[in-house]
């Protein structure tokens, strides 16, 4: 006699489909579990890396800054040859060891624009070029300073053109800057030498209503009569 079919219920099938799938999963992870561990590991390496990438460049901030601190003295007292190649006597490291040292640093970028500033006055134009062109740092002032010194070196270029967009990019970077106006102020002498005498009337009469107080301001009169003539 036929025994009466047990019927199986929504409940059980999912159980069933449950274990199922269970099973394949593990059987799945068992076939590529190499593979799981090889990329896990990797993972694990990457953040470790990271992790130590961060202390690092903590540490090497905090000894550029350290060393900058020892130097800034001989570049403030006006000996920028010393400045850049350091007192070894005394222990004090030169601006340009610094940079080379930790210029992916903040401090190490301080250091460029610190060190580009001594080539200037050194009349070594191309290798501060090449360090303001290099600045990356946060320092919106530094970031003005940097502008300002590519600027400065296509004006001794005679590529005035060029001068005039760096001095407006530098003027840009905060109103706030008490070098803006001067930034201005050398954008209109350069507009003014490649016969673009309205423009520069526009820049020298920005800087004579927005900075009234300035030490450009007091300079504006005669460039503004230029443009006149």
């Known amino acids: 006699m036929l025994t009466k079919k047990k019927r199986i219920t929504k409940k059980e099938i999912k159980q069933d489909k449950l274990v199922t799938t269970y099973y394949q999963v593990m059987n ?3 076939e590529y579990q190499a593979k799981f561990l090889i990329v896990f590991a990797a993972l694990a390496l990457v953040v470790i890396a990271v992790i ?3 202390n690092k460049k903590s540490n090497d901030n905090f000894a550029a800054a350290s060393q900058l601190a020892k130097i800034m003295p001989v570049y403030e007292a006006g000996s920028f040859q010393e400045a850049i190649d350091g007192q070894p006597n005394a222990n004090v490291v030169g601006l340009k060891q610094i940079v080379d040292n930790f ?3 903040e ?3 301080i250091a460029k624009i610190y060190l580009a500033n001594s080539y200037i006055v050194l009349n070594k134009l191309e290798e501060a070029f090449q360090l ?9 002032l530094l970031k003005a300073t940097s502008l300002a010194g590519k600027a400065s070196y296509y004006e001794t270029k005679k590529e005035y053109e060029k001068a005039v967009d760096l001095y407006k990019d530098a003027a840009r970077v905060s109103i706030s800057n008490p070098s803006t106006p001067d930034y201005l102020l050398r954008a209109g002498i350069n507009l003014l030498r490649i016969g673009k005498k309205e423009d520069a009337k526009s820049i020298f009469e920005e800087i004579k209503k927005e900075f009234t107080s300035s030490m450009a301001a007091q300079e504006i009169d005669r460039y503004l009569f230029q443009t006149e003539s």
């Open 28 to 30: 799945y992870y068992k």
């Open 52 to 54: 130590l990438f961060s």
């Open 103 to 105: 210029g992916n640093t």
């Open 107 to 109: 401090q190490g970028e």
């Open 132 to 140: 303001y062109d290099d600045y990356s740092g946060s320092n919106p």
